[in-house]
């Protein structure tokens, strides 16, 4: 299994925040993942409109819950059995791309692509 440093670091790689826009309410946020699967290598999710996040990430489950507070993503997340807690993310988009910073802006950043199922 991945070890969850290898995990992070292949999932905080990407361009410049410059050329993402915040998504700045829950409603903006559902249109943008509505039927998309978010994908980067190794990693696919599911992110619903109704809170769900599911998925795979190197080949284990991802499965969790999200709600939007305060302006941000919070989401709770299991990976492959493995308890990846409770984190608030500020969200960007750009063209077809999502972005995730972790602890609301200042942490880790993981970028997908947004695909239409």
Known sequence: MLSRSVLCAALATGPAAAEYARVEDAQSFRT?????????PLVRLRVSTDGEISGTGAAWPV???WVWQDGYFCRDLVWGGSDLGYNCQEVRASDGKIRFTSDRGTGDF??????AD
Not at 110 to 115: G, K, S, V, W
């Open 110 to 115: 993981a970028d997908f692509r947004l695909r």
């Open 32 to 40: 943008l993942v509505e039927g998309k699967t978010l994908t980067r």
């Open 63 to 65: 499965e969790g819950r």
